[in-house]
């Protein structure tokens, strides 16, 4: 099947744009979330002042809504209101039969109306201005007739309010405008001021979550683009992108909100001197100073605290009854809560889940990445056993001829065949496959030293060549591996069954199998952008799980905000240690497997010595020298060689009786004739070269896994698992 490859020229152009739309995202959803966060900081610090006591400045005030400064009616249900929202939706079904709901008309209405509670009333002068502020009404009429559903949202006298304004004391009256200095929204609402406050910080997390996480998927784009792929350089970048940028906005944003909260201070403060005389004004200002101080939450606010608002917080003086007055009002302010917690706590651990998912998948990726980064490429006469690299062009020949692909009957070596048919109508309409064939032949990979057989079955081929066509309602797609084109191989190099002198590129189970059309370094730039991009969204779902887990209690603060910043580093941190582990361990086990495969070949020639000594014993019986070295390799079993050392010595010896044994065997015509001595022999000669390469292998694996566990930081996992060095094959003697 064809892979679309993200380093090609129209990859890049994909990766560009999506990584701008992801930063100019992040960028506009981190601005918002940290918004919306210190207008729910801030709803906390502001209490519900009795309309008594307004001075001038922004207010929090509730009350009754009464109709004395008139009514409209609503569309609908003609019901008398200060206020209404209306919408008329109309049901439809879609070209597909699906049934679906469109706006026919929608609108606002509304006027000044009075507010009031035990202490006065306040006009609300929200007639010019109602798209200022956000009303958080519940619908107050649905009704469907046949098609179409009207809806109305409306506050009618009677309900109690609670608006968020701010009060001009020469006209007696709250308007929304001049919140934003203060980072106070505008607000009218039904609610209770701990559903707004607690609603508001939930969104705020969410925002500010999926802000880190496009940030991150940004970065994790941007770094292929520029032809970077090395693991340690994303995780120094994207430390510093994200746990920095989350640092210095949230510090930048904590301060401006404190800079508000105390400017709001001062405004009311100030005023004591006109209003001495309402004790009202007096408990509110206070009020305010003790909720300031109260919410201060961790070391990071208090900080900010100490820095920007201590100094400028003067303590009201106040008696016996405007104390108590005071109290109560601070008594009476609710804590913002976000009234789904388990709502949340269950998005949490869904995202836990699917970031762990993730995490698997992106390491499989990377893993892949470093792999092919870490195998040298070889050249076709210097091939060894074991996982190779090769650069070469396909060729065939008479004994491996190719293949004819089915649609263009050209010449290649594999093919993917498919035919589709077009199905259903509408939505529905879709693309079956009827027919799916792949069929592929051995070929040669041939450079300037020479050609080795590659026996393609198993491999993953990633096709260079596409054809398509379309005849009716049938498309016919190929997708092909022609001759005299050069690819990228990686596989398994073992032993040619037919032909034991040689090595064949093949598969193997416990190794990867790829046949690429692309250049090593665009495969290289393709899989780190894939698994970059993977660990980017592991770290989105992350850090949506903590701030989650955070706005669900209630208590999203700048220090949370910090915390799950600290979440990348720790993340990448446990990320870079599992594929340090997996490049370790992947590395021993090839070291053993290497050392297996040598004491298979050592004991496929050692089940032959009994046998051999009978012969001699009866043709060579004066040969004691020669017996004698016969019986001991009878006697050195190779299953209980503990080291290389011990195998290498036991070669060694081999070599020594074998070469003995030939010049005896050339001057006794009866013991060369003799089946077992030629079985021997022909054994013994098959596996001398094969035995070489393991060796080589052997030797070769060993020193990339010595030199991984004694380099940083793979040297702190080696003695945290115990990994030991691999003993080395000595010279031949």
Known sequence: MSRFNLASIPGRIIIAILAIVCLAGSYYTMTTGLSQLTE????????????????????????????QLGTLNTPY???KAVYYRYKLEEEYRDSDGDLRIRTLDSGARGGNFLLRDQTGSVTVAAGGSLGAAEWALDRTYRQQSGRRIYSEWALVPG?????????????????????????????????TLAADSGDRLFEAA???????????????????????????????????????????????KLRQEWSAIADLYETRYQQLDAASSNPLVLADVAALQQLIRQSTSGWLDRWMFQSVVQNRLPVPELDERTASMAQSIVASQPEGRYQHAWTSRGLAAASIIAALLLL?????????????EAVPTSSTRGLSFGLSELKAMVDVDDDHPPLRDPLKNEKCVAFDYKVEEKRGSGKNEKWRVIEHRQESVPFWLEDNEGKVLVQPDGAKIEYPQYHSEREGDRRYTVRFLDTFVNVYCLGFAGLDRDRPDRLTIQKDEASPFLISGNE?????????????AGIALTLGLFLFATTALFAADGGFSPDNLILSALTVPFVLLIYTGILHYNDIVFLKNR?????????????????????????VKASLAHEKQLLKAIAQLRNADPAEMNSSGQADKLIQFEKKVTNALQARIEGYPDLKNNEVIQTFMSIMAETENYLSLLRNSYTESAMIYNTRIQSFPDVILTKLFRFREAAQFGSEA
């Open 159 to 191: 309900h109690t309010a609670r608006v968020i304004g701010q009060y001009d004391s020469n006209t007696s009256s709250i308007s929304f405008a001049g919140l934003d200095d203060f980072s106070l929204p505008a607000m009218v609402s039904r609610n």
């Open 520 to 532: 090593e370094e665009d495969i290289v730039l393709d899989r780190g952008a894939r698994g970059f």
């Open 77 to 79: 249900s003609k019901t």
């Open 591 to 615: 070291v053993d497997r290497a050392a297996a495969n040598i004491d298979t070949i050592l004991q496929q020639r050692h089940d032959l010595w009994p046998n051999l000594e009978n012969v």
């Open 40 to 67: 729910a900081r801030q709803l906390e610090r502001l209490p519900e002042t009795p309309i008594g006591g307004l001075t001038t400045g922004p207010y929090v005030v509730a009350g009754a809504v009464t109709d």
């Open 360 to 372: 698997w998948l992106s390491i499989r990726t990377v893993k892949f990445k470093r792999l092919i």
């Open 206 to 252: 969410i925002r500010i979550s999926i802000a880190t996480g496009l940030l991150a998927l940004g970065v994790a784009l941007l770094l292929p683009l520029v032809k970077i792929h090395r693991f340690w350089v994303y995780v120094l970048v994207m430390t510093l992108a994200v746990s920095g940028t989350l640092s210095v906005l949230g510090i930048n």
